[in-house]
């Protein structure tokens, strides 16, 4: 599995567009992979469709932990994004965004590796235990 942050989000974070803090982050699944150059939830186009047994357009909510390490750095954690019971076909990516943001700002989309399959289960994304984002004093 790989992470990739979008072109903008460090900008956007930087200029206050994207709260870490404060907004509510959440993560939706696409069948197809993202356009690092997509700034807004609303460029997504492959989102799997809502029809999709036991997913909401949109995603799930996770909840951010900030950590710092003493030396500087601080660290964003997020739980887990957990669907409890779902079923879906051809699931390649999921994408993290900021659900209070103007224009809903894409932060981060992780790749599968290749299409995923679920019927009727429990399905999970683990965040990196190190940290959803680093941030390190230079």
Known sequence: M???MFNNTIFNIG???????????KCALLVSA?????ENYAEIDSEL???A???LEGGEEVTPTWTADGGGD???????PLWPSITFTD???AVFYSDTSTDKKLINSRDFGGPLQR?????????DELGFIKFTVI
């Open 2 to 4: 790989a992470d990739l």
């Open 15 to 25: 200029r206050a567009l994207i709260n870490l803090e404060t907004d509510v982050i």
């Open 34 to 38: 993202p356009d690092p150059a997509w």
């Open 49 to 51: 469709p809502e029809a």
């Open 53 to 55: 047994n036991g997913y």
């Open 74 to 80: 601080a660290l964003l954690d997020l739980s887990d």
């Open 91 to 93: 699931v390649t990516h």
């Open 119 to 127: 019927s009727n289960e429990s399905f999970s994304i683990q965040v």
